[in-house]
């Protein structure tokens, strides 16, 4: 049983910033893991944020967040971050983290096979 579990979030005004956290535990070897970051806000469909491949080597970001946010991982804690500055109103949703024993990422939800019951985000005006 694979368990992924986001912390971090929380609320901020807009122009903040906010580091979220993804720890994984259970049978994974994280180290072959695909990590992605995903967002879904009220009555929106989820949105890719960031992916980053096993050896943290090869990272994308979705467009609405490129040059804001900076996703990294830490394969001997098992974990993903996720860093977010200067936040937007926009930025509000639930995040959840998710992952797929890939070499190669997707910008699919529907492609990851784990994720996590997601953190809160609220940016206010």
């Known amino acids: 049983q694979v368990q992924l579990v986001e912390s971090g979030g929380g609320s901020v005004q807009a122009g903040g910033s906010l580091s979220l956290s993804c720890a994984a535990s259970?049978?994974?070897?994280?180290?072959?893991?695909?990590m992605a970051w995903f967002r879904q806000a009220p009555g929106k469909e989820r949105e890719v944020i960031a992916t980053i491949t096993p050896s943290g080597n090869d990272i994308e970001y979705g467009d609405s967040v490129q040059g804001r946010f900076t996703v990294s991982r830490d394969n001997e804690r098992r974990m993903l971050y996720l860093q977010m500055d200067n936040l937007k109103p926009d930025d509000t949703a639930m995040y959840h983290c998710?992952?797929?024993?890939?070499?190669?990422?997707?910008?699919?939800?529907?492609?990851?096979?784990?994720w996590g019951q997601g953190t809160q985000v609220t940016v206010s005006s």
């Open positions: 259970g049978y994974i070897y994280y180290r072959d893991y695909c």
């Open positions: 998710a992952g797929r024993p890939e070499s190669i990422c997707s910008p699919f939800p529907e492609r990851y096979r784990y």
